[in-house]
């Protein structure tokens, strides 16, 4: 199967389970809802969970089982992204193709329900043990490493370091990458493999492969916003400038960056050498993405 079909099928299983989950009650807080699923249900690349169901498949094929944790790490990325654009922080009119979630709603709202997508993240998942007859350890150990990732040694960690935005030097930068964006992207990759059943030495080399294509995924982003389109990336191109912000590019030039990219990606993918056929899909989504100008 070409890596396209792959990746069409897993978004079109993706969505179809988020819309299946989030509910709207026709209740006192239903504007609370309906600002989570204007953000949720407004289309994205949905790589996390793609990436935690290709890890899992080169364990299990029964994908259902992966299904909720998939979804609920997307639940904390779309949490993550409603964060982001408010005025507090980058301040952003636009995400997807659409105005961010509080310009749609309101301030209140979009910090409401990015916490409530959080909270239901976890609660979509750990429903799922009961109901699934998952192995307990397994989920609890997933869990607890999609929780690091989002937190204080992870994705908020890199945040904050990100908005003091001191870097002396590109290490310093890759630093924040690593916690900012790599932390979740390598924990989606890690708790599908767990979930999946992956032996230790199995998870060591999708961890490197992840921390590599979550670098890369990062150098790419601060390209595209150069040499990208809005009609591509869903938001204003030009905006790392504009705010005068550290990015890969402020200490190498963009033809250098790409080389970079490239290097990561192929790193990435030589760490799959010991899953051989199996490790197909996720060899090409990293050669995919790191090359998104599509
Ligand atoms: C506010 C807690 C909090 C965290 C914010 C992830 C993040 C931290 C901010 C998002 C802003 C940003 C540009 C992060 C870099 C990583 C990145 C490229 C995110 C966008 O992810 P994609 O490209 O987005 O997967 P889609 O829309 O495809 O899901």
Redesign the pocket.
């Known amino acids: 199967m070409l890596i396209e079909q792959w990746l069409f099928n897993k978004t079109k299983k993706v969505e179809s389970y988020l819309n299946e989950i989030v509910e709207v009650k026709n209740n006192p807080q239903k504007m609370l809802y309906e600002s989570m699923n204007y953000s949720l249900l407004s289309?994205?690349?949905?790589?996390?969970p793609i990436l935690m169901i290709g890890a899992y498949e080169i364990f299990d094929n029964n994908i259902e089982k992966v299904m909720p944790f998939a979804c609920a790490m997307?639940m904390i990325?779309?949490?993550?992204?409603?964060?982001?654009d408010?005025p507090a922080?980058?301040d952003d009119d636009y995400?997807?193709g659409r105005l961010s979630n509080h310009k749609m709603f309101n301030e209140a709202t979009a910090i409401l329900a990015?916490d409530a997508l959080l909270n239901k993240a976890f609660e979509v998942a750990l429903e799922t043990i009961e109901k699934y007859d998952l192995d307990v350890k397994r989920a609890a150990k997933a869990l607890s490493v999609i929780g690091k990732s989002?937190g204080t040694e992870g994705?908020?960690g890199?945040?904050i370091v990100?908005i003091n935005g001191k870097f002396n030097n590109i290490d310093e930068l890759k630093y924040m990458?690593s916690l900012?964006?790599g932390a979740?992207i390598k924990s989606s990759v890690v708790a599908g493999a767990i979930l999946g059943g992956a032996k230790e030495e199995e998870i060591f080399f999708l961890e490197k492969y992840a921390e590599l294509l979550g670098l890369a995924?990062?150098i790419e982003?601060d390209i595209l916003d150069i040499i990208g389109t809005q009609e591509k990336l869903?938001k204003p191109i030009g905006s790392d400038v504009a705010n005068e912000k550290i990015t890969y590019l402020s200490f190498i030039d963009i033809e250098e960056a790409k080389k970079h990219v490239q290097q990561y990606t192929d790193e990435a993918i030589d760490n799959l050498n010991i899953f051989a056929g199996k490790g197909i899909y996720l060899s090409e989504l990293a050669k995919y993405l790191t090359n998104r100008d599509h």
């Open positions: 289309g994205g690349k949905r790589l996390r997307e990325h779309t949490y993550s992204l409603i964060h982001d408010l922080m980058d995400r997807r990015g989002s994705m908020i890199g945040q990100d990458y900012k964006t979740i995924f990062q982003d869903g």
